[in-house]
Structures are given as C-alpha cells and as structure tokens.
C-alpha cells in the first residue's frame, strides 16, 4: 500500500483543514487508518484512527475539533480539523495500521 497526503498549508487560529490521504493497492479496506502528527521537536503522536468498519478514536488534545473519516470507493481517509490551534502545528503522516504503511506527510502550520 503506497500511501499520498494532501491538504496541509498556512492557516489562522480558528479555522479549518481538510487532509487527505489517498492509498494504491486493493487492500485498503482491510486496514484501519490512522493520522499522526510530529511536531517541531517532539515525538510522533496518534491524533486519530479509524477501523475498517468505521470506529474512531481520537487524541483527547483533538476530540471534538477533529474528524476522521474514510471513503473505501476511493480508498481516501480523510481528517476535518476545526478550531485550529497553534499546538496543532506539525507534519500530519496517514498510516496503514495493518500493512504499516506511512504516507510522505504533509505540513500544517497555525498561525496565532
């Protein structure tokens, strides 16, 4: 599974991104999908995921200001971030949790 992120950019405290994450290879819809995010000098972190069937779980830091969510017709995961904050500033990577695929990540930066 070879994994493309989209969506990152410059934008003001408050407002919004939508990340894509577009997946080749017909065994996406067997794998949970997961967004994480490092920020400058700090570990990678698990911002949120999402089961084959549609369970979600999210990083408590993001709960209620983020979405995840996945369209196995196009094999896409996608996050929805509202309410954007300074902290959430960092490179956003997709993961294919089952076959541990990483997408190349793409930059979110908050502006206060």
């Known amino acids: 599974v070879q994994l493309q992120a989209s969506g990152g950019g410059l934008v003001q405290a408050g407002g919004s991104l939508r990340l894509s994450c577009v997946a080749s290879g017909s065994i996406f819809r067997i794998n949970p999908m997961a967004w994480y995010r490092q920020a400058p000098g700090k570990q990678r972190e698990l911002v949120a995921q999402i089961s084959s069937g549609g369970s979600t779980n999210y990083a408590g830091s993001v709960k209620g200001r983020f979405t995840i969510s996945r369209d196995d017709a196009e094999n896409t995961v996608y996050l929805q971030m509202n309410s954007l904050k300074p902290e959430d500033t960092g490179v956003y990577y997709c993961?294919?949790?089952?076959?541990?695929?990483w997408g190349q990540g793409t930059l979110v930066t908050v502006s206060s």
């Open positions: 993961n294919a949790m089952i076959t541990g695929n």
